[in-house]
């Protein structure tokens, strides 16, 4: 049994006040420090740090063996894809120089186990991390509901091709902080769906699974 939930993304963009240090704001500038953005021949979007490791959609880097990151304060280098778990859709990348520790570079060395937070009810809000204009923005969405399916999400889900640009592969927090999961990709909506386009829906893997993925190897 699988599980994954849907938000529905905003353009909405969170600047709290840098002088103050709430809570708030340092889970939007954790959720922001985290994201790396990824760039394939085809498409760029997100991905989130987690131990040395960068974990990020499958859809995203597809095929390829290697790609092209770059941290929000630092420079671009290459990432090999080293792990594929095409049942969860999920991908994770070892990048070029490990020593990332100074310099112009985020750190790498992120908590291995970000704390996890759970899908709360429909209409909660979340923070999501844009890299679409290769500066990470972090975003509002809203929660929309759960679902579980019993069978491989690619027999199951619809989801649109290289979409949403800039936010596929990244991380979904909570506004405490907390890892919620992980955006595996867009949903291509019915043709009798009810949901305003402007506010498309997002399918997302829970953290849960995103750290079993993590912590299998």
Not at 189 to 210: C, G, I, K, M, W
Request: aromatic letters at 6%; proline letters at 7%; a positive charge.
């Amino acid at each position: 049994m699988k599980t994954v939930f849907l938000f529905a993304k905003t353009d909405a963009v969170v600047a709290p006040d840098r002088k103050s240090r709430t809570k708030f704001v340092r889970a939007v500038e954790g959720a922001r420090d985290r994201a790396v953005i990824i760039q394939t021949p085809v498409m760029t979007g997100a991905g989130a740090i987690i131990g040395d490791k960068v974990i990020t959609s499958l859809l995203l880097v597809a095929n390829f063996t290697e790609v092209l990151i770059r941290f929000a304060k630092g420079k671009r280098m290459p990432a090999f894809v080293t792990r594929r778990d095409y049942t969860h859709n999920l991908a994770e990348l070892v990048p070029s120089s490990r020593g990332l520790s100074g310099g112009d570079y985020t750190p790498l060395a992120s908590s291995s186990n970000p704390k996890l937070g759970e899908i709360r009810e429909v209409g909660s809000p979340l923070l999501v991390v844009d890299v679409g204009s290769g500066v990470p923005v972090v975003n509002v969405a809203g929660t929309r509901y759960m679902t579980s399916l019993a069978e491989r999400f690619e027999d199951q889900l619809k989801i649109k091709p290289n979409a949403p640009r800039g936010l596929i592969g990244g991380a979904v927090w909570g506004v405490d902080g907390r890892f919620v999961g992980l955006t595996i990709g867009e949903k291509i909506p019915p043709a009798n769906d009810p949901t305003d386009p402007q506010f498309p829906s997002v399918y997302a893997l829970p953290s849960r699974e995103v750290m079993e993925f993590v912590e299998s190897n």
